[in-house]
């Protein structure tokens, strides 16, 4: 057999490279971009589009604030003349109990005592400005001093030590002055 009859038998080493591929490959390879192709495309964009847009409901800037904390009346605080400051609100933080000093400036002490028939809650802080004072003094079972930074633009949370007041412990004194300037 010469090689015309090779390549029309289908035999021989060029029929390997030249054969034509069946109907079935054919079939799996890409289709050109044509009319279904397009529109399968445009329908999946339009889909993700869809889902996209959907899930913009649940997107953090589609979130209401937090509603600000209600005061509460925990502790009975008078200040140092006898009379209860307005200026000094107190809120719960989980299980803390947040006494807000903001309102305050200067030198001045406040007392506090739990109310007639409760207990001292689990925990206690101070939320102040910071540069509002210089330092807080806490006194109960032990004393305690917290100096308040300068720098910073929101207000900041003190936790007191555990060891500041104990069940049995009938008041805290809170004073609070400006810093020392050292000379």
């Known amino acids: 057999m010469n090689l015309a009859n090779h390549a ?4 021989g080493p060029r029929a390997l490279q030249a ?3 069946p109907r079935a490959a054919l079939a799996l390879q890409a289709a050109p971009a044509g009319g279904w192709v397009r529109r399968a495309g445009l329908g999946m964009g339009l889909l993700g589009l869809l889902v996209f847009v ?10 209401k604030p937090p509603p600000p904390p209600q005061p509460v009346n925990e502790l009975t605080i008078t200040s140092g003349e006898g009379a209860a400051p307005a200026s000094v609100l107190q809120y719960w933080k989980r299980n803390t109990l947040v006494v807000d000093l903001q309102g305050l400036s200067g030198t001045g002490s406040v007392v506090m005592k739990p109310r007639e028939g409760t207990t001292w809650p689990v925990r ?3 939320r102040v400005m910071p540069g509002q ?3 807080l003094t806490v006194r109960g079972e032990q004393r ?3 100096p308040i930074t300068a720098q910073g633009s929101k207000p900041v949370d003190l936790e007191l030590s555990p060891y500041v007041y104990t069940t049995k412990t009938p008041q805290l004194e809170v004073k609070w002055e400006p810093a020392t300037v050292a000379q």
């Open 8 to 11: 029309k038998a289908g035999t």
């Open 19 to 21: 054969a034509p591929a």
């Open 54 to 63: 959907s899930g913009c409901g649940h997107m953090p800037w589609h979130r």
């Open 124 to 126: 206690v802080a101070f």
């Open 133 to 135: 004072f210089g330092i």
């Open 144 to 146: 305690m001093l917290i």
